[in-house]
Nanobody, 121 residues
Framework: QVQLVESGGGLVQAGGSLRLSCAAS????????MGWYRQAPGKQRDLVAR???????DYADSVKGRFTISIDNAKSTVYLQMNSLEPDDTAAYYC???????????????WGQGTMVTVSS
């Protein structure tokens, strides 16, 4: 069973920065992609950024130029560097990983527990 451990959320003033981390642990044949979603109160969960194993990257339009996703393959960890934070960035941020199981080679999706980011004006 693969588990994701997130860290790095918190309270920050508008214009500030935070870095989120999400480490995957367990028996994995291959990580196919890693990404971050966010969900504000009363709203749906939306993609923030995603990176594939081949290096392809997608960002939500609202975070382009402010957020940067990166992956440390040796540590099976995905990071989200968030700069120039705005109050509208306030949300619970969830790590999302698609991986291939080691023995069965089946593809699986797993979610982190979520970490709260609050940006004050």
């Amino acid at each position: 069973q693969v588990q994701l451990v997130e860290s790095g959320g918190g309270l920050v003033q508008a214009g500030g920065s935070l870095r989120l981390s999400c480490a995957a642990s367990g028996t994995i044949f291959r990580i196919n992609d890693m990404g971050w979603y966010r969900q504000a109160p009363g709203k749906q969960r939306d993609l923030v950024a995603r990176m594939t194993s081949g290096g392809g990257v997608d960002y939500a339009d609202s975070v382009k130029g402010r957020f940067t996703i990166s992956i440390d393959n040796a540590k099976s960890t995905v990071y989200l560097q968030m700069n120039s934070l705005e109050p509208d960035d306030t949300a619970a941020y969830y790590c999302n990983v698609h991986y291939t199981r080691f023995y069965s080679r089946t593809k699986v999706e797993v979610w982190g527990q979520g970490t709260m980011v609050t940006v004050s004006s």
